[in-house]
Each structure stands twice: as C-alpha cells, then as structure tokens.
C-alpha cells in the first residue's frame, strides 16, 4: 500500500511563491494520474492541476499561467510550483493518486491514494 507523505504549505504574502511537495513510497503503478486538490471552508474539494503517466498536464482555469505540476519519477515524488499567489488561492491542498485516465472534474474517491492535507495561506 503507498504511503504518502506531503510537505511544503505554510504562509506567504500575496505575489509570493511556494513549492509543494508529495512523496508517494511504494508506489508502484506503471500508468497513473496524480494530482493536487485544495479546499476551502465551505467550499468543495476542487481539482487544482493534474499530471499522468505520459507527463500530459492539465490545470484548473484558475492557476492557468501561475502553478506548474510535475514529478520526479526517481522518487515518486510529485511537486506543484504556485507563483503569483493570491488570497483565493489560500486553503487546505491535499495530493492524490490514481488510475490512468482521471481527470480534474473525476468523482475523488475515483483517486484511491490521498496525502493528509497541507494548509496554505496566502494574506493580502
């Protein structure tokens, strides 16, 4: 079973930068989707950005120009670059990994393996 262990988040003033990282053990899948989520209070989880198993790259209109997603496969561990943060971006980003195919709008529990949450916040 992967054991996923998250590490980056914390606090950044508005137009500041942030790296998060994700590191799957054991993880042992050869065609995959990996992706970030965040959620707000009261808000839903909502797909942030999404990588596969062909490095193909999908983001929410939102990040669109200001969040890169990618992966160390050496390592399985998966990383998304935020620039340019806003305020609306602050909340809880969890990481998550599945089957080839899933897509940033798939129902979550389609993403078998989730990570524990990294709080960002982003003040004004």
């Known amino acids: 079973q992967a054991q996923v262990a998250e590490s980056g988040g914390g606090s950044v003033q508005a137009g500041g930068s942030m790296r998060l990282s994700c590191e799957m053990s054991a993880y042992t899948r050869n065609s995959f989707t990996m992706a970030w989520f965040r959620q707000t209070t009261g808000k839903e989880r909502e797909g942030v950005a999404r990588i596969d198993s062909d490095n193909v790259r999908k983001y929410a209109d939102s990040v669109k120009g200001r969040f890169t997603i990618s992966r160390d496969s050496s390592t399985n561990t998966l990383y998304l670059q935020m620039n340019n943060l806003n305020p609306e971006d602050s909340g809880m980003y969890y990481c998550?990994?599945?089957?080839?195919?899933?897509?940033?709008?798939?129902?979550?529990?389609?993403?078998?393996?989730w990570g524990q949450g990294l709080q960002v916040t982003v003040s004004s």
């Open positions: 998550a990994s599945g089957r080839y195919g899933l897509t940033l709008l798939s129902p979550r529990e389609r993403f078998g393996v």
